[in-house]
């Protein structure tokens, strides 16, 4: 699998990560032996970046993988964390003391003494324009708790933000074809300033495997089933934030145009590493099945020119209007 650098962190990732919010909670039940069993299907097929975080099943996707490690202590894998929802979001919680103890159980967590990167979990607006919020950071790396820091973002502006602060490694975003304001600013100014880009949500919540009908059912502790109107968080992470019927049906469309030999997922995925400046793609996965196939995702040459302007055309008619000015 091709390997890019993760922006400021100065280390080689593959194009296709691993997203690990399915291993925790919020998507169904995923036992620890299925959970594990995904850890190492991805690697198997080339993954080097695994991303989670403090609040995923409250810690336990940072536990799976920190066994993970303990177990298999001669892979090079970078691993991404993030921390800041296990607390009520307001700015005020945003401090060098959180950080310190937010950071303390992920390292314990991941059986980790330094943490590759640790990335502010889409907190308030303004934590993002604060200037004690990158010095505690930048305090954090100064004493070895981290290597790196970055934000993930539910916003474009949030994006442009923290990309102008000088030590910000990366940037995780939406990016999917059913989400494509990323494209018009952020990308292009986190490739000049040298920051990284992980693209997260690539399937839209599924959408874009193309399996799902109008009458699919989600478990009652999956997000896709209880957070649809946003009630629970940004309900942007839900589906990108698109009306599920009309989302099914743009699949549909987007199925269509997808090459021969290639799955409606593997298509969608290879699109999103086909954008210049990203540097990751983070997929979930539920099943070994689904972690190789994400895997051989990074190795598509070319999604075809049909496909890119088919996204263009299907994001036009059925999102831009409703999607474009709210992210």
């Known amino acids: 699998m091709e390997q890019r650098i ?3 962190t100065g280390r080689s990732v593959s194009t296709v990560g ?7 909670a919020d998507w169904g039940d995923v036992t620890e032996e299925d959970a594990l069993a995904v850890l190492e299907a991805s690697v198997d097929g080339g993954v080097t970046f695994f991303d989670t975080a403090d609040v995923y099943g409250d810690g336990r996707s940072e536990q799976l993988i920190g066994r993970f490690l303990r177990a ?3 892979l090079d894998l970078t691993v991404g964390t ?10 005020e919680n945003y401090t060098l003391a959180n950080f310190r103890a937010w950071t303390d159980r992920s390292r314990r967590n991941l059986q980790q003494d330094t943490l590759d ?12 324009t604060r200037d004690e919020v990158y010095d505690a950071l930048d305090t954090l790396v100064s004493e070895g708790v981290i290597r790196n820091y970055g934000v993930s973002v539910e916003r474009t502006d949030e994006a442009l933000e923290a990309i102008n602060r000088g030590n910000t490694a990366t940037v995780q975003i939406i990016l999917n074809a059913f989400r494509l304001k990323p494209l018009d600013e952020v990308l292009p100014a986190a490739k000049q300033a040298g920051v990284g880009i992980i693209a997260r949500v690539p399937l839209a919540s599924g959408l874009l495997s193309g399996k799902y009908t109008p009458e699919t059912e989600f478990p009652e502790n999956d997000h896709r089933n209880y957070n649809r109107d946003g009630s629970s968080f940004d309900v942007g992470e839900t589906f990108s934030g698109v009306d599920f019927p009309t989302g099914v049906k743009a699949a549909q469309e987007f199925s269509a145009l997808v090459p021969d030999g290639v799955s409606t997922a593997q298509a969608a995925l ?3 590493i086909a954008q210049d400046g990203v540097s990751t793609v983070i997929p979930g996965a539920r099943s070994s099945v689904q972690a190789h196939a994400n895997a051989e995702a990074g190795a598509m040459q070319s999604v075809g020119a049909g496909l890119i302007a088919g996204v263009q055309d299907i994001y036009d008619r059925y999102f831009r209007a409703a999607i474009h000015p709210r992210w």
């Open 72 to 74: 298999n202590p001669g």
């Open 18 to 24: 691993l997203g690990t919010w399915q291993l925790g």
């Open 117 to 128: 990167l640790v990335q502010l979990h889409c907190p308030p607006t303004a934590v993002y």
């Open 6 to 8: 993760l922006g400021k």
């Open 270 to 272: 290879a699109w999103v």
């Open 82 to 91: 993030k921390m800041g929802r296990r607390v009520d979001q307001v700015p």
